[in-house]
C-alpha cells in the first residue's frame, strides 16, 4: 500500500519560493513515477511536473524554467522546489504515484496524497 503525504505549502508573494515534500512508501517491485499536479476550484487537476524512479523529469510548460521536481531515494521522498512564483500558481498541490511509467493525465494515477495549498499574492 503506497501512502503519501504532502507538506510546504503555504501563502508567499509574488517572486517568492516554496518547496513542496511528498513523503511515503513507494513500489518496491517495479519502477514507478511520482508527481506532482495541482488543481483550483472549478478547473481540472492538472499535471505540474513527474519524476521517474530512473530519474526522467517532465515539466508543464507553465513552470518549466521555475519548478525543479527532485527525489531522494533514502528518505522515500520527492519534492517541488518552486521558485519565482506567480499569483496563477496558486492552487491545491497534490503529489501522486502509479507504477512503471509517467503519464500526464492524472487519471492514472494510482496513490494521493490529501493535498496542501499554495497561496501567491501579487
Known amino acids: 500500500q503506497v501512502q503519501l503525504v504532502e507538506s510546504g505549502g503555504g501563502s508567499v508573494e509574488t517572486g517568492g519560493t516554496l518547496r513542496l515534500s511528498c513523503a511515503g512508501s513507494?513500489?518496491?517491485?517495479?519502477?514507478?513515477?511520482l508527481g506532482w499536479f495541482r488543481q483550483t476550484p472549478g478547473k481540472e487537476r492538472e499535471r505540474v511536473a513527474t519524476?521517474?524512479?530512473?530519474?526522467?523529469?517532465v515539466y508543464a510548460d507553465s513552470v518549466k524554467g521555475r519548478f525543479i521536481i527532485s527525489q531522494d531515494h533514502i528518505k522515500n521522498t520527492v519534492y517541488l522546489q518552486m521558485n519565482s512564483l506567480k499569483p496563477e500558481d496558486t492552487a491545491m498541490y497534490y503529489c501522486?504515484?502509479?507504477?512503471?511509467?509517467?503519464?500526464?493525465?492524472?487519471?492514472?494515477?494510482?496513490?494521493w496524497g490529501q493535498g496542501t495549498q499554495v497561496t501567491v499574492s501579487s
Open positions: 513507494v513500489y518496491t517491485d517495479s519502477t514507478y513515477c
Open positions: 519524476i521517474h524512479s530512473e530519474g526522467t523529469t
Open positions: 501522486a504515484a502509479r507504477r512503471f511509467f509517467c503519464h500526464m493525465q492524472p487519471t492514472e494515477y494510482s496513490y
